[in-house]
């Protein structure tokens, strides 16, 4: 964010010394830039629906965290960091060569100037999120990671009815810690299954979410006592309900208006685990790594994702003339590089551990590869 304050800063000053000068032209030939424009990057988009951040920087830039570096951030815009369809973004060079994209209102085209803030109608809900809103919201709608801190401070089921043992649609639960809802809010039921711990560490990061079903509100708990209970039922079922499972809000908490940049300091980590439970990783799927916000990671932060090499035996210059069952006792096994074979953003992070999104893919992924600045 320091970086966009400073272009924003420096755009002010220009404007404010008349010498915001943009050329629609590229730069001369020889002329290079730090910015890795792509070679087929447009002079001009128009923003379509279903359009995300990630993918408009790819339009522009070969590597798209980089997209701090040449968005341009127009004072007369509110929320300039917010595009909506609609809106034409345009490359432009300024007068010593540097690439910045423009965006130019779908309701002020023709205007070439604005100098006072101007008022949008389009709610901003409608601005194009920075990756895909429907995959984060299914996964954050029916969570399948517990962090180590929720599974402390998460409401729990007490008691099934009167003396069940498991609860399915329709059963009343009784449940400790629902505090400031309404009547008749709806809660997921989460089974708490096995532990994720740090591969380094050996630390306990979370745990496996098992979605058991939804519940809704029927009554509050009163005052703080220790048989001051809340009271749910079940209205759906997926699974049966046990005590100690957990329920967690039935909406999606994650903003996803950050913008794509890469870790100002290094990081490196491991993928922990993959949700839906697939051992191949591929795009637009969500995984959970062992670095968080301890580690200087927020929501917008890129990273590459790394494939560890495998392990072969090294059986000499003979190759596999010189196997044989004894020979292989002897031989040493050797481990092949790694390969970059994606890169993937965080979208929600904790302490020690993270969410993100893989966005784009060039091999298989698994748990266990590396992850680390782009």
Same mark, same amino acid.
């Given at each position: 964010?320091?970086?966009?304050?400073?272009?924003? &800063?420096?755009?002010?000053?220009?404007?404010?010394?008349?010498?915001?000068?943009?050329?629609?032209?590229?730069?001369? $030939?020889?002329?290079?830039?730090?910015?890795?424009?792509?070679?087929?990057?447009?002079?001009?988009?128009?923003?379509?629906?279903?359009?995300?951040?990630?993918?408009?920087?790819?339009?522009?830039?070969?590597?798209?965290?980089?997209?701090?570096?040449?968005?341009?951030?127009?004072? =007369?815009?509110?929320?300039?960091?917010?595009?909506?369809?609609?809106?034409?973004?345009?490359?432009?060079?300024? *007068?010593? &060569?540097?690439?910045?994209?423009?965006? #130019?209102?779908?309701?002020?085209?023709?205007?070439?100037?604005?100098?006072?803030?101007?008022?949008?109608?389009?709610?901003?809900?409608?601005?194009?999120?920075?990756?895909?809103?429907?995959?984060? *919201?299914?996964?954050?709608?029916?969570?399948?990671?517990?962090?180590?801190?929720?599974?402390?401070?998460?409401?729990?089921?007490?008691?099934?009815?009167?003396?069940?043992?498991?609860?399915?649609?329709?059963?009343?639960?009784?449940?400790?810690?629902?505090?400031? /809802?309404?009547?008749?809010?709806?809660?997921?039921?989460?089974?708490?299954?096995?532990?994720?711990?740090?591969?380094?560490?050996?630390?306990?990061? &979370?745990?496996?979410?098992?979605?058991?079903?939804?519940?809704?509100?029927?009554?509050?708990?009163?005052?703080?006592?220790?048989?001051? /209970?809340?009271?749910?039922? /079940?209205?759906?079922?997926?699974?049966?309900?046990?005590?100690?499972?957990?329920?967690?809000?039935?909406?999606?908490?994650?903003?996803? =208006?950050?913008?794509?940049?890469?870790? $100002?300091?290094?990081?490196?980590?491991?993928?922990?685990?993959?949700?839906?439970?697939?051992?191949?990783? &591929?795009?637009?799927?969500?995984?959970?790594?062992?670095?968080?916000?301890?580690?200087?990671?927020?929501?917008?932060?890129?990273?590459?994702?790394?494939?560890?090499?495998?392990?072969?035996?090294?059986?000499?210059?003979?190759?596999?003339? #010189?196997?044989?069952?004894?020979? =292989?006792?002897?031989?040493?096994?050797?481990?092949?590089?790694?390969?970059? *074979?994606?890169?993937?953003?965080?979208?929600?992070?904790?302490? =020690?551990?993270?969410?993100?999104?893989? /966005?784009? *893919?060039?091999?298989?992924?698994?748990?266990?590869?590396?992850?680390?600045?782009?």
């Amino acid at each position: 964010m320091k970086k966009l304050h400073k272009i924003a &800063g420096l755009c002010i000053l220009g404007l404010l010394l008349g010498q915001a000068a943009f050329a629609a032209d590229p730069p001369a $030939a020889g002329h290079s830039t730090s910015v890795p424009l792509a070679a087929d990057a447009p002079s001009s988009y128009v923003v379509q629906k279903g359009d995300t951040l990630w993918t408009l920087a790819s339009k522009f830039l070969s590597q798209p965290w980089y997209w701090p570096e040449i968005w341009y951030l127009n004072p =007369d815009i509110k929320n300039p960091h917010r595009i909506y369809p609609g809106d034409t973004l345009r490359l432009v060079y300024d *007068a010593e &060569g540097r690439p910045q994209l423009r965006v #130019e209102r779908a309701f002020e085209r023709g205007d070439t100037v604005r100098l006072s803030p101007q008022v949008r109608s389009m709610p901003l809900d409608e601005a194009i999120p920075a990756i895909p809103f429907e995959i984060v *919201a299914a996964f954050m709608s029916k969570p399948s990671v517990i962090s180590a801190d929720e599974s402390k401070s998460l409401p729990y089921v007490v008691a099934i009815g009167r003396d069940r043992v498991i609860g399915g649609m329709g059963d009343l639960i009784y449940v400790r810690n629902v505090k400031g /809802l309404p009547t008749g809010s709806r809660l997921n039921v989460v089974h708490v299954g096995d532990k994720l711990k740090d591969p380094e560490s050996g630390k306990v990061l &979370g745990y496996q979410g098992i979605y058991a079903g939804t519940a809704r509100l029927e009554r509050t708990a009163e005052g703080n006592g220790r048989d001051d /209970l809340a009271k749910l039922v /079940l209205v759906s079922s997926a699974r049966e309900t046990l005590t100690g499972d957990r329920l967690v809000r039935d909406s999606l908490e994650v903003p996803l =208006d950050f913008i794509p940049h890469a870790p $100002a300091k290094p990081v490196k980590g491991q993928i922990i685990s993959v949700v839906d439970g697939v051992t191949v990783i &591929g795009q637009y799927q969500v995984v959970i790594i062992n670095r968080g916000t301890r580690a200087g990671l927020e929501p917008g932060h890129v990273l590459a994702i790394w494939q560890r090499g495998d392990s072969v035996p090294d059986r000499g210059t003979g190759g596999v003339t #010189e196997s044989s069952p004894f020979a =292989d006792i002897f031989t040493r096994d050797v481990r092949l590089p790694s390969e970059r *074979a994606g890169s993937f953003m965080v979208f929600r992070a904790y302490a =020690d551990m993270s969410y993100g999104l893989v /966005l784009d *893919a060039s091999s298989e992924m698994h748990v266990g590869d590396t992850i680390k600045n782009p």
